[in-house]
């Protein structure tokens, strides 16, 4: 089992729909990071948390610390947001190197 | 403001031949440095970080190697790639401490 796993694994939709992404994480971590890939490959990081709501834009991103979960909403979804999303987590025992363990992502595909 | 550079962006190499894949960073100092591999339909793995110039720590076992020659160099080589060694491969840094992480554009690599 993954230490960090995400669902769906891919997830199709029609523009203007509410997405919603999970991650579920099985260690304890000093932080969580959210990133998007884009088909060309490069990689934007889009939050970084430890607890509770961060909002940029129409993407929100929640944590839950006790249950080891954490969600990415994306509100009036566009077809400019298809795009690999994934998970990564900052494990409590990486003090100084900050390496992350990344789950295998999610691809958004959004439909005019 | 801090850049990452990575080079070249797409590479085809025959089996067998070499590689030197190169990561710099501007506009900060005595940053951590990584490199990642992403296999297609997989999620990234953390290759080697780096603490500091010469100091280079390996994740996993494979016929790949890194230096860190400059305070904001990172190299990624082999002596003969294989097949397996094909994938995204992207450089990332993080300031000491902290739990962000950045990312390079990335290099494709294809071994025919």
């Known amino acids: 089992k993954n230490e960090v796993e995400q669902s769906p694994q891919n997830l199709t939709a029609q523009e203007g729909e509410f997405i919603t992404i999970n991650c579920s994480y099985s260690v304890g971590i000093s932080a969580l990071h959210w990133l998007q890939q884009h088909p060309g490959g490069g990689i934007v990081s889009l939050f970084m948390l430890s607890s509770g709501k961060k909002k940029h834009g129409r993407l929100i991103a929640t944590i839950n610390i006790q249950e080891k979960h954490s969600s990415l909403h994306i509100t009036a979804s566009h077809p400019r947001d298809s795009a690999v999303y994934i998970c990564a987590v900052k494990g409590i025992s990486n003090f100084g190197n900050e390496k992350l363990t990344f789950g295998t992502g999610t691809r958004l595909t959004i439909i005019p | 403001s801090q850049t990452i550079h990575q080079w070249p962006a797409t590479l085809v190499q025959p089996v067998g031949s070499p590689l030197s894949l190169e990561c710099t960073v501007e506009g900060t100092s005595n940053p951590n440095l990584y490199w990642y591999r992403q296999a297609a339909g997989r999620g990234l793995q953390l290759l080697f970080y780096s603490v500091g110039i010469g100091q280079i720590s390996s994740e996993v076992p494979q016929n790949l190697s890194a230096s860190r020659p400059q305070d904001r160099q990172f190299i990624l080589s082999s002596k003969k790639l294989l097949l397996s060694d094909s994938g995204f491969y992207l450089c990332?840094?993080?300031?000491?401490?902290?739990?962000?992480?950045?990312f390079g554009p990335g290099t494709r690599l294809t071994v025919l």
């Open positions: 990332a840094w993080s300031v000491k401490l902290s739990r962000g992480q950045y």
